[in-house]
């Protein structure tokens, strides 16, 4: 279903949903068999979808249905109650951070990126521009916004970890600076566990860093694996190559702990299965959890009208992957916070679980 995403009876369906922004986008939470999951809603396969969401009564319950046959119930999660608030000078909360799945606080510090000056540097899959020009956001986030909202967003909605991205900045850091600054002044206001996501700065001693600020967990996310295909999807990324990010996470695993470094790798963009399930191997030997994601063409950029991938390849690369993360001690579940802890862009803690049990 994450591949086709669903089609809503109404389009204001679904008060949590998100169109732009950085990473997976277009999406909208729901609950479905008591796994919460981000479905596509908001891009061009779901509009065609052959699955269609009821409109949801008031305590957000629905159906989804095939061919008119009733498949399950689902639930969207209640609009958040902190998204009321605003912050002490004047923008409102849901502008600085946002729900993600059940309990995640995301953000993204820094809305800009030397990435996205332009089509030739910009990656093909990334909308972090749309949402700043649609005014859905602010640029940058302050330290002193993040704290407030972070505060409420656990008071008020009982959110269990956050997320925090970054455009890159320009400079050697790639965002580690202002994830350092952003993560001290939420963990001096409330104990929320934290993971930071960046390009792998030029320097090591960064991870040390972002861990004193109080970082619990580091993203820095490959998205696609072979090199030439690195350069065609994210001509500007790319410049950081594949074996800058090893060192790197060779370098943040003891900083940060076997399952606390995670990547992004995107399926869907090309790489076959046989790569993406080489490069999880070597990752998961290093203690990195590879957090394998559907493509979600996100309205806008390039890849609007490409399919997501088919369900039969996320097959062939979560059944083994499972496999392969449990045989190397690897849990979502472990993991302090961020993407591969909520799970919810990708089954593949679904196949764990079901290893599991
Ligand atoms: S997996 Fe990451 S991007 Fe997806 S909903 Fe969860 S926190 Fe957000």
Not at 127 to 144: C, D, H, N, Y
Not at 334 to 339: E, V
Request: aromatic share 6%.
């Amino acid at each position: 279903m994450q591949s086709f995403g669903v089609r809503l009876a109404d389009p204001k369906t679904g008060g949590t949903s998100r169109r732009g922004g950085a990473g997976p986008s277009d999406h909208t939470p729901f609950t479905i068999d008591g796994a919460t999951v981000m479905i596509p809603v908001h891009n061009a396969p779901a509009f065609e979808s052959p699955y269609l969401v009821e409109r949801p009564d008031e305590a957000g319950r629905s159906r989804i249905s095939r061919d008119g046959v009733v498949l399950a119930d689902v639930s969207f999660p209640l609009r958040p109650k902190f998204y009321d608030r605003i912050t002490a000078d004047g923008v409102p909360y849901w502008k600085i951070a946002t729900l993600h799945g059940r309990d995640v606080l995301a953000t993204t510090v820094l809305q800009t990126c030397i990435r996205y000056q332009s089509r030739t540097k910009t990656c093909q899959f990334c909308a972090i521009g749309q949402s700043l020009a649609a005014g859905r956001t602010v640029e940058r986030k302050t330290p002193t916004q993040l704290a407030e909202v972070a505060r409420a967003a656990v008071d008020l909605d009982g959110v269990k970890h956050m997320v925090m991205t970054t455009g890159t900045p320009p400079g050697r850091d790639r965002g580690a600076a202002i994830l350092c600054e952003s993560a001290a002044a939420v963990k001096a206001a409330v104990d929320l566990p934290i993971q930071a996501q960046c390009e792998p700065p030029d320097d090591d001693s960064w991870f040390e860093r972002l861990a004193d600020a109080g970082v619990d967990s580091l993203g820095m996310h490959l998205e696609v694996v072979a090199p030439e295909l690195r350069r065609k999807m994210m001509p500007g990324k790319s410049e950081v190559s594949v074996k800058r990010y090893f060192e790197a996470f060779a370098a943040a695993v003891p900083v940060f702990g076997r399952g606390q470094v995670s990547t992004y790798i995107l399926a869907g963009l090309g790489d076959p299965a046989e790569s993406i399930l080489e490069t999880c191997g070597r990752l998961i030997a290093l203690g990195v959890y590879p957090f394998v994601v559907p493509l979600v063409p996100i309205s806008g950029t390039p890849l609007e009208s490409r399919k997501g991938p088919a369900p039969e390849f996320m097959h062939a690369i979560l059944e083994p992957l499972a496999a392969m993360l449990v045989e190397g001690g690897l849990k979502a579940s472990d993991i302090k916070a961020g993407c591969g802890k909520c799970g919810a862009c990708s089954a593949l803690s679904t196949y764990e679980r079901r290893l599991a049990s």
